[in-house]
């Protein structure tokens, strides 16, 4: 009797341990797909009686609709495999909100190695949650400001080089052309020694912002090359479509009407732009269309500035 009694006190310990941890023990029955205990900690954190949970599609309709399919057919693929798993998931709480859950299952074989039952416990991890979705924004914010200019909140150079292997590909493999136009401020340096730093960071702001208003094409991205100099990339555009939108942004520059008192432009701020049009191959790289380019603006600067020095550039 003795044995009974040390046996029926360890299952009341046993018991009593499993009911006072924050983990939510259960056991599920294989050949029914009913369970077999759920431990009353359940209550607590979802409001669902430990007596509601029936059977395993009492589980599964307690889960997120986004959740349910995929979480179902793992953990019943890994269950009929015999294979010990894990599932996170969105479970309903009876009021109709959801709690975060993961499921550690452990699968229970017989002596002829069949399946027999499940057990487990269910944790609430909603808190670890809330960190991960807070660290995947902040990884995103973060990712999102490595692309782009602290000063004019425009694409930096990093994203534009992103960019335009991107779209080189992209034009090699459907045969399109490429266009780029390059550009640079004229007598900026005059400009910052005249009116101070602090209104050559507004003066590059108000560039910027003008050249975003000169693109319509879903994929044209304007960046900021370096100091005053700003690059524009459009997919798909060839040498007249390039020279029309390159006209575009000065005439939206000479409508700004940016006074600039040094400079024989009408006394305004003015732009030089170099235009590059290419349709690519495996005969000119990304690099060596940007040089030449950029020898088109150094042209366009060397005679006389406030101009557009454009045509095609083959490979």
């Known amino acids: 009797m003795s044995d009974v009694s040390d046996l029926s006190n360890d299952n009341a310990v046993y018991r009593t341990l499993l009911e006072s941890t924050r983990a939510i023990p259960w056991k599920i029955d294989w050949a029914t797909k009913k369970f077999a205990y759920i431990g009353p900690q359940i209550e607590a954190l979802l409001g669902w009686s430990p007596q509601s949970w029936m059977t395993v599609e009492d589980w599964a309709m307690r889960m997120h609709p986004d959740d349910r399919e995929h979480v179902v057919n793992f953990c019943v693929a890994q269950s009929q495999a015999g294979i010990d798993h894990e599932a996170d998931y969105r479970a309903l709480t009876k009021d109709n909100g959801y709690v975060w859950i993961r499921d550690v299952v452990h699968v229970v074989r017989n002596a002829q190695g069949e399946v027999e039952a ?115 990339l459009l997919p798909g555009a060839d040498a007249s479509v390039a020279l029309k939108v390159a006209e575009r942004c000065q005439r939206l520059i000479q409508k700004q009407a940016i006074v600039h008192a040094h400079s024989p432009h009408d006394q305004r701020v003015t732009v030089s732009v170099g235009v590059g049009t290419v349709i690519p191959d495996e005969h000119i790289k990304p690099s060596q269309f940007l040089e030449l380019v950029d020898q088109r603006l150094y042209l366009a600067k060397k005679n006389g500035k406030n101009r557009v020095e454009a045509g095609p550039v083959t490979g």
Not at 167 to 180: F, G, H, K, N, Y
Not at 194 to 209: E, F, N, P, S, T
């Open 118 to 232: 499940l057990i487990g416990f269910m944790f609430d991890i909603s808190e670890r949650k809330k960190t991960e979705e807070k660290l995947l924004a902040l990884q995103k914010e973060l990712e999102a400001l490595s692309f782009k200019d602290g000063l004019t909140n425009i694409a930096n150079r990093r994203r534009f080089d992103a960019s335009l292997e991107l779209e080189w590909d992209s034009a090699i493999r459907l045969r399109q052309p490429l266009s780029v136009l390059l550009f640079d401020i004229d007598f900026f340096k005059q400009y910052n020694d005249l009116y101070g730093h602090v209104q050559g960071d507004r003066c590059l702001v108000d560039i910027a912002q003008t050249l975003s208003l000169a693109l319509d094409g879903p994929r044209d991205l304007v960046a900021r090359f370096g100091g005053e100099e700003f690059i524009v």
